[in-house]
């Protein structure tokens, strides 16, 4: 692991750092570019720290075995990118299904399909949100910066430890692979899954208002019955509709009531903004740069930058529509995040779009234009 | 093996009644030998964690037995089981899982696992069709086997499993039948107590789906014994010379007749017949003589038959294949720990 203090390291470094320190002591993975350092690092320093390091046969295994080991005590995680996260899908799903506390980090590369394997996207924040099957929420964070890419990942596994639940970190291509300075803090918070005290234990159903049960491991003698089908808050596989209905209220509420708290939006000179430019991850760069050259040249703009994608903050979207004239999104995809936007504003402003894909990102050069339009 | 009472196992071990499956089914005959293991064994039930993925076979521990249990995604129980496996190598953990589950969806996992000889044993119940679906070709369904998705014979090949297991380097292999359950019993406990990735694969019946695949005619209560008797006719025991000299007359027309025909051709030898259920042949008439090849020369020029079959053609070879020793994965993890831990 890194000393505390200032060192030079990729994103996908920082990343896996993050994991260690947060307390991660299991990763399963399968190569795929552009993730492989973090697997790589995860090899290297996850022995050093008395965890393992699995290289599984496919993604749909690794996703299978990081939650395997998250039962039986492990905070656990693995890494990959677009067509590694389409195989992991529905082993998450079961991970949502059984609630099983896991991070899975989508370094987003170009797609669709094999795509540019070497190049970044922001094309997966759907897949984030609506990729495994069945209902749930998703929470997923979305670093801009080497930095976050080590702060985020700390969170993402306190969050997935304190909801118990899968949260997934959407990094992209070109966070993953640039080098930049990250601070090593001389110690992070780290947040432990509530477990069981006493002997009888309901795994799956809670009294508690944050609707978050205890979770009991394998080995403990509680009996445990974890399982994919619709189940009784025993575990016990019980297809009557209160008990998949009482489920899937709660899986859904449970991340809806703690959203103030996974919400992580960073506003920049908003308050008398007319124009806002939001974005999230690498596309937020050139965006902050454009802004910035727009206030350095007197226009009236501000910043939306979204760390926390899902669950989407509604809210603050919603309230940002009534101040401004328009609202510019910039983003590595063909316009998906905009949706949330325009669901959000609801006719209340204009909503613009500065859309990049084929491995590129936009350019500061091309959102300032964007933001010319807009202040007319 | 000690006596004890049903009640004892089903006290202990088994946590909800009734038993989900079908009438006849071979899963309870595969947990009875499991919790005899087990109990056999003295392994404490909070050390045992059963993983199982999707499919019949999948609802023997889940959720019938006491212990923790993990029940999964399709095809996926080897996976999820070796995660939790690496991160608590205490926890005895078995796979149950079925012929579709894990040679068919699943099947890559489990020559991974094999290959990398981690201490898990995977009990694969093969009913050679996908049954709880509806009876659909499986990767172990017989050629030429009729299915609801090869009404006109099955076009492919089945697996060896034992042979597949081998080869990716499981070192420890078996293979029983719901009929041997004295011997799948005691190989299951030879498969907890060996460190390193175990596979048994058990031939279980279905009377549900087996009926069509065999092409069975009778009452369904009838079925299950049938099958188990087919699957001792349909066996024979590795490294065992067979007992008795016998051979197969594979009727054309109705087996009835073809075995009148034949009790009257071996009218005056010493020699017997009976009709009986091969897991190749179908119905055909079994004929057991001191002189085989007198026997044999009379039925050839019988009428009525396709031709005879030796007393293995056509059969299944059970027993223990492989029993070996290799470094066991998750101790070979120790190791990476102990070197990453002396490197500067």
Not at chain 1, 56 to 83: C, F, H, N, Y
Not at chain 1, 232 to 254: A, C, F, H, N
Not at chain 2, 24 to 35: A, E, M, S
Not at chain 2, 306 to 326: N, P, Q, S, W, Y
Request: charged share 25%.
């Amino acid at each position: 692991m890194l000393t505390p203090g200032r060192h030079l390291v990729l994103g996908n470094i920082a990343c896996a750092e993050g994991a260690l320190r947060a307390g991660c002591r299991f990763f399963a993975g399968y190569p795929i570019t552009p993730a492989n350092e973090i697997a790589q690092y995860m090899s290297q320093e996850l022995p050093r720290v008395g965890g393992y390091y699995v290289q599984m046969e496919d993604e749909l295994a690794s996703m299978a075995a990081v939650i395997g080991a998250s039962w039986a005590g492990a905070k656990a995680m693995t890494a990959t990118s677009g067509p590694g996260f389409s195989l992991m899908q529905e082993n998450i799903s079961y991970a949502y299904m059984t609630e099983t506390p896991c991070v899975v980090v989508d370094v987003q590369r170009s797609g669709p399909s094999t795509g540019q394997a070497t190049m970044p996207s922001q094309q997966d924040v759907y897949q984030a949100r609506y990729g495994a099957h069945g209902d749930y929420e998703a929470v997923a964070l979305t670093p801009w910066s080497v930095q976050e890419m080590f702060d985020l990942t700390v969170r993402a596994f306190n969050l997935a430890e304190r909801l118990r639940m899968p949260v997934l970190l959407l990094a992209d291509g070109m966070i993953g692979h640039m080098s930049e300075s990250l601070i090593v803090p001389e110690e992070v918070e780290v947040v432990d899954r509530r477990r069981p005290t006493g002997p009888e234990c309901t795994p799956f159903d809670t009294d508690d208002p944050s609707l978050i049960p205890e979770m009991p491991l394998f080995g403990e003698g509680y009996e445990l019955l974890v399982t994919g089908s619709a189940h009784r808050p025993s575990g016990r596989r019980d297809y009557t509709p209160i008990y998949m209905e009482r489920k899937l209220w709660r899986i859904r509420e449970k991340v809806l009531r703690a959203e103030p708290e996974i919400r992580d939006v960073v506003e920049y000179e908003l308050g008398d903004a007319e124009v806002a430019v939001l974005s999230y991850g690498a596309s937020a760069r050139p965006s902050f740069g454009a802004v910035r050259r727009a206030r350095g040249r007197s226009l009236r703009v501000g910043m939306l930058r979204l760390r926390a994608l899902w669950p989407f903050p509604e809210e603050v979207v919603s309230r940002l529509a009534e101040g401004v004239e328009e609202i510019v999104v910039v983003e590595m995809n063909m316009g998906k995040i905009i949706r949330e936007v325009e669901r959000a504003v609801c006719g209340r402003c204009r909503v613009s779009l500065v859309s990049r894909v084929g491995g590129v990102l936009p350019t500061l050069g091309e959102v300032y234009e964007a933001i010319g339009r807009a202040v007319r | 093996m000690s006596v004890k009472p049903l009640s004892y196992y089903r006290e202990r071990y088994i946590r909800f009644q009734p038993s989900p499956f079908c009438p006849g089914c071979g899963n309870g005959t595969i947990l009875n030998c499991f919790v005899r293991a087990i109990d056999e064994l003295g392994i404490p039930r909070e050390r045992v964690l059963c993983v199982s993925g999707i499919g019949c076979s999948a609802w023997i521990p889940s959720p019938n037995l006491r212990g923790d249990t993990l029940h999964t995604t399709h095809g996926r129980a080897i996976a999820f089981a070796t995660g939790a496996k690496v991160y608590n190598p205490h926890l005895y953990t078995v796979v149950f899982t079925g012929d579709g589950d894990g040679a068919g969806i699943g099947g890559n996992h489990l020559i991974h696992a094999a290959r990398r000889n981690i201490d898990i044993t995977v009990i694969l119940v093969n009913n050679l069709s996908y049954a709880m679906t509806g009876g659909q070709i499986a990767p172990t369904t017989l050629h030429g086997l009729r299915t609801t998705t090869s009404p006109y014979g099955n076009p492919e090949h089945p697996f060896d499993l034992v042979k597949l297991a081998a080869a990716a380097g499981a070192t420890y292999v078996a293979r029983w039948t719901t009929y041997h359950v004295v011997e799948l019993t005691r190989s299951i406990k030879e498969a907890l107590r060996h460190r390193g990735f175990s596979f048994i694969e058990v031939l279980s019946q279905c009377p549900t789906q087996q009926r069509r695949l065999f092409g069975l005619r009778g009452p369904m209560r009838t079925l299950p014994s049938r099958i188990v008797e087919m699957f001792a006719e349909g066996t024979y025991l590795r490294g065992r010379p067979l007992k008795g000299s016998y051979l197969y007359a594979l009727p054309e027309g109705d087996p009835e007749e073809v075995l009148r025909d034949v009790g009257e051709a071996l009218r005056d030898l010493e020699a017997s017949a009976r009709l009986v259920d091969h897991i190749a042949f179908g119905r055909v008439v079994r004929v057991d003589a001191e002189d085989l090849e007198e026997a044999a020369g009379r039925l050839r020029a019988l009428g009525g038959l396709r031709r005879l079959a030796d007393a293995t053609e056509g059969k299944i070879e059970v027993g223990v294949f492989v029993e070996e020793e290799r470094p066991e994965f998750t101790e070979s993890l120790r190791e990476v720990i102990r070197r990453a831990e002396v490197r500067p």
